[in-house]
Structure formats: structure tokens, C-alpha cells
């Protein structure tokens, strides 16, 4: 067994790699490799008809999507050194997602832009939650969406990163056969690595058993969870999940949070507040928990600031636009006082 083999096996990986990626000089906390795209969003109470029938929404704005972009601005909102590569057409699109990216402080260096695609869009009708079943219908483009590949994440970039977070794993098929390497490589130049698989539109939940062994932090919702395991409860996916890959926090929704990290469990509560929309209250919640796991907070700690970080975020509508800034996460943070 090699040396960088014993470490990731090791039951306290992620700690001991982050301890030796300490001693290193690095430009950027984190590293988000992965999907971007714009969001239109559409509110009001009606259900769209073909037959050329014209209803009016109430509301239509259009704002950064995406998980891996929405969870790079939620963890540079956070004060963390965030780096962003994934693959945008030279259009409309495109320019305004990289504004606004940048707008909100992540390093958009290295993102590629592509005159030969389109930036992909999704557009979303989303029912308000004060007057019926809050509820979405989503259409996306994919456009340039599933075009990174693993090999233009180079060991350069990697070099200049802490951690390295991947979204949307199942939307990325260009990125998926590289994944393992790529995790591989970031192990070999002592970065952390996690991952939010999202769901998995096809329906297929192929197993990730090679790539789970390369996390240190695994990041779904109950849902992901238990399709990933086959398990009855979402407690047994998260033991069954810790086990596998070191560290899982399970987000779950309006209930909060749940973490196992071998034989330790961690609940956290969502934080209660007026719900207008929650598009990116997982990339939220994922910023908050790695801003504390890589700060070495307690795994109760690191919990409630994501489980916080995701409720804030979805007191307005898109992903980012009520992301809170450390100053007012840690306020509503039990283990902070
Ligand atoms: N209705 C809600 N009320 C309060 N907090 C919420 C609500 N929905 C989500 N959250 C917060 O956001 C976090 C992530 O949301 P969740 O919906 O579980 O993730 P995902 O978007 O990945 O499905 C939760 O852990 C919780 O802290
Ligand atoms: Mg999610």
C-alpha cells in the first residue's frame, strides 16, 4: 500500500491531509471544478399550456444557477479564497454568469470559454410557497453544462487550492470517467476533496464505490442518499455512507442536517426562517459546512453553520441572493456561543 493510499484510509483523512496542505502556500481555500449556467426564474401561480396560451408571473429574474456556482459564491460570501473552472459559451449567458461570479469575489481566471458552445440556461417556474404546495418546474439547456473534462484540471491549478469541491456529478458526464484520477491527483498534491452528487435526472444511480473512496467529504440530501445506498432510512444511508467514505453530512431539508464520521454522529436543526424559495439551500449548506470542516471545527460545529448557511439562503428567491456572510451565519450557530 502506497503512503498516499494509507492516509485516505485513514478514519481521520481529511485532517491529516489538511494538516500537511497547511504547510503549503496556496492561493485559494477551495477549488470548484464543475457546472455554470444561469437561472430565469419565473413566480407565480400558474401551470404552463400549450395551444399558444399567454399567462402572465408574477415575477422574472434572471441570476447565477447552477450548483457548483452557486456554492462557489455562498462559500466566497463565507470569506473563503474561492477559484472557479468549468466551460461557458462566448454569449449573453456567458458574460453574465462570469460578471456576477466575479462580482461576488471568485477567481474566474480560469473558466473556459468556448465560442463554439452555448451557455446553458435553465429556466424555472417556481409556484410560491405562501399560496399553494410550493413547487418548480424546471427546463434546462445544457448547452456547455456537461463539457468540463477532468484532464483540464490541471495539477497547476490544483496546486494553488486547499480543497476541491465537485457538484452536479451526474449532470457532468464529460467530467465523471476522470473523476477518480482527478481525485487521485488532488490527494497526491495534498488537497481535501468533496463532492454533492445532486440528483441523478436519469434515474440510473450507477454506484460510485471507486470515486466514494477518494472523498473526504460527502455531501448529499435524504434523497441522494438513499437512492445511492438502497437503504431504508436515511440513518442507515448516512452510517452506511460514513463508513465508506470517512465524513457524510446528509441534508435534510426542513429537518436540518445529519453527519457521521466513522462511529460519530452529529445532528444539526435547520434554522427557522420565512421560506421564499429553495433553489441552492444545498450548495449553501455545503458552503457553510466546509468553511467550519476546513477551519477544524468540531463536526457539530461545522454541521450547524452549514445546516444555518442553508436556511438563510432561502429566505429569496435564487440561490445566492440571501446568502449570508460568516458575521450573521455564526450568530444563529448553537455550538458558537
Ligand atoms: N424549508 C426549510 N426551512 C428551513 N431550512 C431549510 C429548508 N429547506 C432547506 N433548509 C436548509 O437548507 C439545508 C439544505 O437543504 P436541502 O433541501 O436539504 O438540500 P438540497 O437542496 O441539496 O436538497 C438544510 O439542511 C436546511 O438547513
Ligand atoms: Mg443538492
Known sequence: MSIRADITKHPLRGMQVRHYNKLMIRTFDILVAGEINPDLILTGDVTPE??????????????????????????????????????CGDDTFGRFILDELSGRGVDITNVIVDPTLQTGLSVILSRPIARVQGDRAILTNLGAIDRLRAEQVTDALLQQARHLHIASYFLQTALQPGLPDLFQRAHLLSLTTSLDTNWDPSGAWHALDELLDLVDVFLPNANEAIALTGASTVEVAAEALGRKCGLVAVKLGARGALACRGEEVARANAFPVQVVDTVGAGDSFDAGFLSGWLNGWKLEKALQLGAVCGSLSTRAAGGTSAQPGLDEAIKYVPSAG
Do not use: N, P, W
Request: glycine share 14%; aromatic share 8%; charged share 15%.
Open 50 to 87: 400549450f395551444g399558444q396560451v399567454e399567462k402572465l408571473v408574477d415575477s422574472a429574474i434572471l441570476t447565477i444557477g447552477s450548483s457548483s456556482a452557486i456554492f462557489a459564491c455562498g462559500a466566497a460570501r463565507l470569506g473563503l479564497r474561492v477559484a472557479f473552472i468549468g466551460v
